[in-house]
């Protein structure tokens, strides 16, 4: 039963607390920069259509590809800046558009009704895969 009286947290209460947030806030940082900082320099980015490699290019250098497909299905992939994205696609829900720009390994962009995939693949400068993340 509970008298209505607040309790006062004690002394070592509150230096536990400060220091597991002080662990969670220094990990977070050292992730944080770990993932920006020259990554992309090891990475390259691989476009499959209906399962085949089309094209295998570069990260850290800027290029647009056009992949071209059955029936007029166009993608229009674009690497810029250390991420890639696609720009322009000919499938109606243009999802693969919507997905936004990726820049880390495993990361990948998919488009079903054209059958295209763009993947990141390779090492971070850290030496580790998109597996061990």
Not at 42 to 62: H, K, M, S, Y
């Amino acid at each position: 039963m509970s008298d209505g009286k607040a309790t006062i947290p004690k002394r070592g209460d509150l230096l536990l607390i400060g220091g597991l947030i002080a662990v969670g806030l220094a990990l977070t940082a050292f992730v944080l920069l770990s993932r920006m900082s020259g990554q992309s320099e090891n990475l390259t980015v691989v476009i499959r259509q209906d399962g085949e490699v089309v094209a295998t290019l570069p990260l850290d250098e800027d290029a647009v590809y056009t992949v071209q497909g059955e029936e007029d299905a166009v993608n229009r992939v674009v690497i810029e800046n250390g991420a890639v994205y696609i720009e322009e696609a000919s499938c109606p829900d243009r999802l693969c558009v919507k997905q936004g720009k990726i820049r880390y390994a495993g990361d990948s962009l998919i488009c079903l009704p054209n059958r295209v995939v763009v993947e990141i693949t390779g090492q971070d400068e850290l030496g580790l895969d998109a597996v061990a993340k």
